[in-house]
């Protein structure tokens, strides 16, 4: 079970890499919920 939420965790920050723009977003996101 680790070993694939391990792979789910590499494909998000694979996403993340290459959607500078939905990462950023997301980041909002996150930082306006932590608020």
């Not at 723009?21 to 919920?33: K, M, P, V």
């Amino acid at each position: 079970v680790a070993r694939y939420f391990g792979g789910v965790e590499r494909e998000l920050w694979f996403v993340f890499a290459h959607n500078k723009s939905l990462a950023s977003y997301l980041g909002d996101l996150l930082i306006a919920i932590a608020e």
